[in-house]
């Protein structure tokens, strides 16, 4: 049985088009047997169940190794984030062309604060 960190092979992204494209542009598209894929786009008129339901299943999955999402994404689903503790798939937060990043808002960088007593 191979171990769990081996398994683990795939990034997984969850974030505006710019952001997605981007990221499959730079080969990390993967579409599964069972038509499975690794990434969400979300635009103005994804409802937050989706998010949710990606943010879910792409957690779960045993292939992925870490799960980028757009902070502005991110916010939208934040309880869910925040809740979140698992070491794998490890959660980045990171900018959109359109949205800045805020470090006050990122969970890792809050976690990190928090342990460090600041």
């Known amino acids: 049985m191979a171990a769990p960190s081996q398994e683990r092979n795939l990034l997984a992204v969850i974030g505006d088009e710019d952001t997605v494209t981007g990221m499959l542009l730079a080969g990390i598209g993967n579409v ?55 070491p794998f798939p490890a959660l980045l937060e990171i900018p959109s062309k359109d949205h800045p990043y805020d470090p006050s808002k990122d969970s890792i960088l809050k976690r990190v604060q928090k342990l460090f007593g600041e």
């Open 32 to 86: 599964s047997q069972n038509q499975k894929k690794n990434f969400l786009v979300v635009d103005s008129k994804t409802q937050i169940p989706t998010i949710e339901a990606a943010f879910e299943e792409f957690t779960q999955r045993k292939d992925i190794a870490i799960l980028l999402i757009n902070q502005h994404v991110a916010e939208k689903i934040r309880p869910m984030v925040d809740k979140y503790q698992e």
